[in-house]
């Protein structure tokens, strides 16, 4: 069974909680474990939102992780929905560590390759590939991710203009932290495949999920909490849909290449035989896209 290692900057966009909810949907019907969350955001109350929606799957034993540090150019929108879940569900979060020991445990003590996925900007995944020998692991991150990450999954960039018409602009993932991206393109040792902008634009998924439970359920209130109350645009929960489930239809693989950042944060790929890089395209129409997602939601 494949395991996943999710990385996740919730509170400052809702469509992260689909994803976490994708994930744990797929590991209730037998398709992945879900190893560990790591927290890419600041906010003091993303643990207990992310305890909150892991206890109404009951998984509230999956370990946590909080983000190592950001970066000098790291600014994320305020908190948007993880305190008003937090205080709604309480007592929802297991115990927190940081989230650089946290990956380093999974990884070290796993048997298995493990996926890792990232739905934010990249500090911790960088931090992670820098990170030195210590007393989890003998090894240092690249190493360490050469024998037990199997692929790196992420949410970030802008490669094609959307459905033809709208051009490539710098993306949030990339632009709140630039230096940790380049450095997670250009030092994993495993291949990095992305999911960019225009792939999940306008994809509104979660509207049956919110339907279904309203304001009874942490995950839907997250959604109603940011003002998505009929849907949110699917960047996320398209991204954890292929790390559980591949491209299952609905998405295509690039052909290999390298993907580069600017120093504006924009993103370019150029095709190579040999790259480690590929990125996402969706094949479907954007209703069909976010119909998978939906069935992909318990």
């Known amino acids: 069974m494949k395991k996943i290692i999710f990385d996740t900057d919730i509170g400052c966009d809702c469509d992260d909680v689909g994803a976490l909810c994708v994930l744990l949907t797929a590991e209730r019907r037998g398709v992945c474990e879900l190893a560990a969350v790591t927290i890419s955001s600041p906010y003091e109350t993303a643990p207990g939102c992310v305890g ?14 909080s983000l ?20 709604a569900f309480p007592n929802g979060a297991a115990p927190v560590t940081d989230a650089v020991s946290l990956i380093r445990a999974v990884l070290a003590g796993s048997d298995e390759k493990v996926t890792l996925l990232a739905t934010g900007p990249l500090p911790n995944i960088y931090a992670f590939l820098r990170s030195k020998p210590d007393e989890i692991s003998p090894l240092d991150g690249v190493t360490l991710a050469m024998r037990k990450i199997d692929e790196i999954v992420l949410m970030g960039g802008w490669i094609e203009p959307f ?7 710098p993306e949030f993932n990339i632009v709140c ?13 495993v291949p990095v495949t992305v999911l960019p902008f225009e792939a999940g634009l306008r994809v509104y998924s979660g509207g049956k999920m919110i339907e279904k439970y309203g304001r009874e359920q942490p995950s839907s209130l997250a959604y109603i ?32 290449g390298k993907i580069s950042v600017a120093d504006d944060g924009m993103t370019a790929f150029s095709p ?12 479907v129409s954007r209703e069909a896209l976010a119909a998978k997602i939906d069935e992909a939601i318990d």
């Open 52 to 65: 909150a929606i892991l206890r109404q799957y009951g998984r509230e034993g999956v370990p946590i992780g």
């Open 68 to 87: 190592c540090s950001p970066s000098e150019t790291y600014y994320p929108h305020g908190d948007m929905y993880s305190a008003g879940v937090a205080e």
């Open 225 to 256: 909490l940011h003002g998505s109350g009929g849907g949110r645009d699917s960047w996320d929960p398209a991204t954890a849909l292929y790390a559980a489930y591949g491209c299952s239809g609905v998405l295509e693989l690039s052909e290999p």
């Open 272 to 283: 190579a035989p040999a790259g480690k890089h590929r990125y996402l395209r969706r094949v």
């Open 163 to 169: 459905e033809g018409t709208e051009q490539p602009q």
């Open 177 to 189: 932290d630039i230096k940790s991206a380049k450095g997670v393109f250009e030092s994993s040792p």
